[in-house]
C-alpha cells in the first residue's frame, strides 16, 4: 500500500474508533482503499464505524459494505447489510434492487420478486428521483418472471414499464417475444403497449424476427440493428491475417449450450468423431453447470474444454487467442445469452456460426455459415453478411445415440386409437396466425382428425382454444402434452401420423427428432434460411415430396396424406429401414465432410507470411507483387500533379505508375516532366481526342503489373492505401478485389460528409462473399464497390480487359461490368478506412445528361440478362421474373421519354432492341 494511502487509512481507522469520523469521509476513504484493490480493509473500516457510529444514515454505510461484501463473494453477509439498511430505511430502492439481484443469483426467486415488487407499493413514478427505480423494478420483474415462464406477469410488467417510458429498445425486445411465446395475436398491437407497429418491428430481436417475418431483409435487418447497438466496432483484432501453420487444425466451438440444450442435443456426437489425425477440437464454454448426461458426453468428445464463464469478452478473447485457434464456430448466434464481442476481438483468423440462430448475424467479424445449397440458396447469400460453406448434403449434424424409450400407448397420451394425429411439437413462439389457420384448415378438411402440440403454459392453452373456435374448430380437437424427460419425448413420434411443420421458423431439432424416431414431417419451404431447414432434412432422408412451397399446397398435401394412410405408413417404414445410411443421420460422413470444409477455408500461414509481413514492416523489397497505378488525365493539371504525388506517397514498394493524358493542351505534360526525369517508374502516354472509356483501356493496355488500382486525376490515394490493400490480397487468396470507404473532400482538400450512395458499407474489415456481393449490386441497380480509384483488384481475375462481363465491352458501367466478372469467381475484401479521397470541386463536370442515363439505363438491362442467362448471378427463377419484369417496363418507359435522343444516335438502336428483346424471351420462356 503506498505511503500516503496507508497514512490516510490509518486516520480512518483512529477515527472510526473514537465515533467520529463524518460519514462523507468514511466512503472517501473507503473508496481510495477499493480503487486500490484494498476492499478487504475498507469492509474493516466499514464495520469499525457501523460499531462505533449511532448515525441516521447507517443504512448507507451498510448499503456499501453489502455492496463491497456482495462483490467478495459474501453473499450472506452482503444479504444481512440489505436487510439491515432496509429495516432502518424501508423506502430504499437502491437497496431493494439490490438484494432483489444477489437473492435471484442465490436461486430464490420468489424472494428476489418480492424484494422489487415492495418499489412499487411506495414509489411513484411521476416524480422525477422515483422513476428510474420503479422502470427498472418493473423490468427486473418482468424479466424473472419470463425466465419463470410467467408470461402473463411479465408481459403486465413489461406493459406498465413501456407505458412510463416508451423508448426502452430492450423491453420493447422482450414484450414482442412474449407476446410470440404466448400466441397472443396480433403481436404486434400498438393498442397493447401504446407503441407503434413499426416501432415493434424495429426492435424485434435477431431470433423472434426469424418467426416474425419470411422477409430474408428483414431478418438481416434485425440483425444488423442487434450489432449496431450491442457489438463493438473497434475492438483491436487479437488475430493476424493469417494461420499457424499447425500440423493438426486447432478447431475451438464457443457455446454456452453445452448443457441439455439443442445444440448439444444435436453436436453430442460430433465432437468424438473428429479425426485427431487431422483435427484438435477445443470447446469454450460458459453453460450451466446442469449435470446432465449429454453435456458429460459434449466434454468427453473434446480435447480440452475451457470454461470461460468468469472472463470477460476481452479476456476471454485474448485466451482463445493464445492457444492459437485456426478456426472459431460460434454455436450461439445472436440468440440469449450471446457473446457476440468475443468474436468482435477476432480471435482466430477464420470465425464462422452455426446451428445457433439459423440466419443471418449481421456481424463483420464473421466470415462463414455452415449451409447447404437448399438451405441457403444463391438467391439468399446478398441477405448474409456470412460466406456460406456448403456442406454436400444438409447443414445439419446429428447424434446417433439418442435414445428412444418405449412406445406409449394412445390413451396414455389422451389420443384417440383412430384419429388421424397431426403433430406440431415446435416451439409455441414459432406458431403465427397463417400457420394456424392452415392447420385449422386441414383440421377442416380431415373428419376427426387432432392437432396435437407440446405445451406447459395455460396462455397458450387458452390462446390457441380460443383461435381454434374462431376458425371453426371445436377446442377438443386441440390436444396439449407437458414437458417430459428426452426418451419419452422421442417416443411420442411414434404414435402421431404426420409432423406438421412452422413457417417462416422451421423445425431444426424438432424436426430431425421427428425424422429420427420415425415421423414424417410436413414442410412449407421459404424464402430463408429459418424456413427451409426443414426441406433440407428431408432432402436429407429422402423424402423431398414432403417440401411444399406455398401454404396451399401445404394444406392440399396434408389433406391427402391424411387420407392415404398407407403412404403415410410407407414413409414411415422407409424412415426406420434407412434411419442409419441416410445422409441425414450419418454422423461420420458428415464429419469427414465437415473437415474437408475446414481445411479448404483455413489460411496457411506460410504461403502468406513473407510479403504480408514485408507489406505490413514497410519492408522495401522489390521482390514485392507489382502494382499498376493508372491515371487517365484530363484538362486538370493542378488536381492531376497531386494525385501523382499521392501515388508516389505510397509505402508499398514496388509500383509502376502509368498515365494516359488525354488532355486539350500540354499543361499536364509540362506539369508532370519533372517527375518523369525523377521517377523512371512512370510511363506516360500522350493520347489527346480519347473518350473516358478509351482512355482507361489505354492505361489499362500499357500496364504490366498484376494488381490494378486506377487513380482518377482530381482523386488522392491515403499513402498506406496499397500496403494496406495488398496485406489483404496476399493474406486472402480467394479475394480477386480490395475496396475500401472513398472520403469525400472539398477543392481545398477538407473533409466533407458522404454523398448519397458513398456512405460506408461496413464498419469493420469485412470479407463478402463474390456470389452474394454480385446478387446486391444487381438487385439494387448500383455499384456498391465504387468507382476505379477505390479499388484493387487482380488482372488475371477480370475478363478479357477491364470493362468486360461475359466478353461485352461496356462504357458507362464499365466498372460495374469488371467487378461483376471478378465477383463471378472470387470474393471482395471491404476496408472502412478512407483509403481514398474524392475531390468535389467547382470546375468538375457533374452534369450527367440524356445521353449518358440511357446508354446506363440500356447497360444495366444488359447485366441482369447476361447475368441470369449465364448462371453467374441472380439464379432464382421467380426472383428474377420480378426484377426484370420492373426493370424492363423502367427503362421502355425512360427511353420512351428519351425518343429523341436515341434517334439522334445517343445509344445504336439495334443494341437497345437487341436487349430488349433478350429480356423479353427471358421473361416469356419456361
Not at 253 to 266: E, Q, R, T
Not at 502 to 521: H, I
Not at 566 to 571: D, K, P, Q, S, T
Not at 618 to 623: E, F, G, L, W
Amino acid at each position: 500500500m503506498p505511503a500516503e494511502l496507508a497514512q490516510a487509512t490509518e486516520a480512518a481507522f483512529i477515527q472510526a474508533a473514537q465515533g467520529v469520523l463524518q460519514i462523507i469521509d468514511l466512503f472517501q476513504a473507503a473508496g481510495r482503499l477499493s480503487d486500490a484493490r484494498h476492499s478487504d480493509i475498507a469492509v474493516q473500516l466499514y464495520r469499525l464505524w457501523l460499531s462505533k457510529t449511532n448515525s441516521p444514515l447507517a443504512y448507507a454505510s451498510q448499503f456499501n459494505l453489502a455492496v463491497l461484501l456482495s462483490d467478495s463473494g459474501d453473499t450472506a453477509g452482503a444479504e444481512a447489510c440489505y436487510r439491515s439498511a432496509l429495516a432502518v430505511n424501508p423506502r430504499f430502492s437502491e437497496a431493494h434492487l439490490n438484494l432483489g439481484t444477489l437473492l435471484e443469483r442465490l436461486q430464490r426467486p420468489d424472494e428476489a420478486l418480492d424484494s422489487w415488487r415492495k418499489i412499487l407499493d411506495y414509489a411513484n413514478p411521476n416524480v422525477s428521483a422515483d422513476k428510474p427505480f420503479t422502470l427498472q423494478a418493473l423490468n427486473n420483474l418482468g424479466r424473472l418472471m419470463e425466465i419463470r415462464k410467467d408470461f402473463p406477469g411479465a408481459e403486465t410488467m413489461l406493459t406498465r414499464s413501456l407505458e412510463l417510458e416508451p423508448d426502452q429498445r430492450n423491453v420493447i425486445t422482450h414484450w414482442v417475444h412474449l407476446r410470440q411465446k404466448q400466441c397472443k395475436w396480433p403481436v404486434y398491437s400498438s393498442s397493447a403497449c401504446g407503441i407503434s407497429e413499426d416501432k415493434l418491428m424495429d426492435a424485434t430481436s435477431a431470433l423472434a424476427m426469424l418467426s416474425a417475418s419470411g422477409d430474408p431483409a428483414q431478418q438481416l435487418a434485425a440483425s444488423r440493428r442487434f450489432v449496431e447497438e450491442k457489438v463493438m466496432q473497434d475492438a483491436p483484432r487479437l488475430s493476424g491475417p493469417q494461420g499457424y501453420n499447425h500440423e493438426r487444425l486447432r478447431i475451438g466451438y464457443l457455446s454456452s449450450d453445452f448443457c441439455s440444450h439443442a445444440v448439444s442435443i444435436l453436436t453430442a456426437e460430433l465432437y468424438g468423431l473428429h479425426d485427431r489425425s487431422k483435427v484438435e477440437v477445443y470447446g469454450f464454454c460458459w453453460s450451466n453447470e446442469d449435470g446432465s448426461p449429454i453435456r458429460a458426453r459434449v466434454i468427453a468428445g473434446m480435447d480440452q474444454h475451457i470454461r470461460i464463464g468468469t472472463l470477460s469478452d476481452e479476456e476471454a478473447a485474448r485466451l482463445i487467442r493464445s492457444h492459437e485457434i485456426d478456426i472459431l464456430v460460434d454455436l450461439h448466434g445472436l440468440t440469449l445469452g450471446a457473446r457476440p464481442n468475443i468474436l468482435a476481438y477476432r480471435p482466430a483468423p477464420v470465425q464462422m456460426t452455426w446451428l445457433g440462430l439459423p440466419g443471418p448475424t449481421g456481424m463483420p467479424s464473421i466470415d462463414y455459415v455452415i449451409a447447404d445449397p437448399f438451405v441457403l440458396p444463391p438467391e439468399l447469400e446478398p441477405y448474409f453478411t456470412e460466406k456460406p460453406l456448403h456442406m454436400p448434403r444438409t447443414f445439419q449434424i446429428n447424434d446417433r445415440q439418442r435414445l428412444i424409450g418405449p412406445r406409449p400407448t394412445r390413451a396414455s397420451c389422451d389420443l384417440p386409437e383412430d384419429a388421424f394425429v397431426f403433430c406440431a411439437f415446435n416451439n409455441n413462439f414459432k406458431f403465427n396466425p397463417e400457420v394456424f389457420d392452415s392447420w385449422m384448415n386441414i383440421l377442416k378438411r380431415v373428419p376427426g382428425s387432432l392437432l396435437w402440440m407440446v405445451s406447459d403454459n395455460e396462455q397458450v392453452r387458452t390462446n390457441l382454444g380460443r383461435q381454434a373456435e374462431l376458425a371453426g374448430v371445436t377446442r377438443d380437437r386441440l390436444v396439449f402434452a407437458g414437458r417430459v424427460v428426452p426418451a419419452d419425448y422421442l417416443a411420442r413420434y411414434q404414435v402421431a401420423d404426420l409432423f406438421l411443420d412452422t413457417a417462416p421458423f422451421n423445425g431444426g431439432t424438432t424436426a430431425s427428432d421427428a425424422l429420427w424416431a420415425g415421423l414424417p414431417v410436413l414442410t412449407c419451404a421459404g424464402r430463408t434460411f429459418s424456413s427451409r431447414m426443414a426441406g433440407s432434412l428431408l432432402r436429407a432422408v429422402d423424402l423431398p415430396e414432403l417440401i411444399t412451397y406455398t401454404q396451399k399446397d401445404y394444406e392440399d398435401k396434408a389433406v391427402e396424406l391424411a387420407l392415404n394412410r398407407g403412404r403415410v405408413e410407407a414413409m414411415k417404414s422407409q424412415l426406420h429401414e434407412q434411419r442409419l445410411s441416410c445422409a441425414l443421420f450419418d454422423s461420420a460422413q458428415f464429419v469427414r465432410d465437415l473437415e474437408e470444409r475446414y481445411a479448404s477455408v483455413a489460411l496457411k500461414g506460410a504461403v502468406v507470411r513473407p510479403a504480408a509481413d514485408a507489406a505490413r514492416n514497410n519492408v522495401r523489397n522489390s521482390t514485392l507483387p507489382m502494382v499498376s497505378i493508372l491515371i487517365p488525365t484530363h484538362n486538370r493539371p493542378d488536381y492531376a500533379e497531386l494525385a501523382l504525388q499521392s501515388a508516389l506517397a505510397q509505402t508499398w514498394d514496388h509500383i509502376e505508375i502509368v498515365i494516359s493524358d488525354n488532355s486539350d493542351d500540354d499543361l499536364t505534360r509540362q506539369r508532370f516532366a519533372p517527375y518523369l526525369e525523377k521517377h523512371p517508374n512512370i510511363h506516360y502516354l500522350r493520347a489527346p481526342g480519347l473518350d473516358a472509356l478509351a482512355n482507361f483501356l489505354n492505361c489499362y493496355d500499357n500496364s504490366t503489373g498484376e494488381y490494378i488500382n486506377y487513380l482518377m486525376d482530381d482523386d488522392l490515394f491515403h499513402p498506406s492505401k496499397l500496403e494496406r490493400m495488398m496485406g489483404c490480397m496476399l493474406a486472402l487468396p480467394n479475394v480477386g478485389l480490395v475496396t475500401s470507404f472513398r472520403q469525400l473532400i472539398d477543392a481545398e482538400g477538407k473533409e466533407m460528409a458522404p454523398i448519397s450512395g458513398t456512405e460506408r458499407l461496413f464498419t469493420t474489415d469485412t470479407m463478402v462473399g463474390g456470389s452474394s456481393l454480385g446478387d446486391l449490386i444487381l438487385t439494387n441497380g448500383q455499384n456498391m464497390i465504387g468507382e476505379p480509384t477505390t479499388v484493387l483488384f487482380r488482372r488475371g481475375a477480370i475478363g478479357t480487359r477491364f470493362g468486360t462481363f461475359l466478353d461485352k465491352q461496356y462504357g458507362v458501367l464499365s466498372d460495374v461490368a469488371t467487378w461483376l466478372s471478378i465477383l463471378s469467381h472470387s470474393d471482395c475484401a471491404y476496408l472502412p478506412d478512407p483509403l481514398s479521397y474524392f475531390r468535389l470541386h467547382g470546375g468538375q463536370d457533374q452534369a450527367r445528361g440524356n445521353t449518358i442515363k440511357i446508354q446506363a439505363n440500356v447497360e444495366w438491362l444488359q447485366l441482369l440478362c447476361d447475368a441470369h442467362q449465364n448462371n453467374r448471378f441472380l439464379r432464382n427463377r421467380a426472383a428474377i421474373r420480378d426484377m426484370l419484369t420492373n426493370k424492363l417496363v423502367t427503362c421502355m418507359w425512360f427511353l420512351s421519354s428519351m425518343h429523341e435522343e436515341v434517334k439522334a444516335g445517343a445509344y445504336p438502336l439495334e443494341k437497345i432492341q437487341a436487349v430488349i428483346a433478350q429480356a423479353t424471351q427471358i421473361l416469356l420462356s419456361k
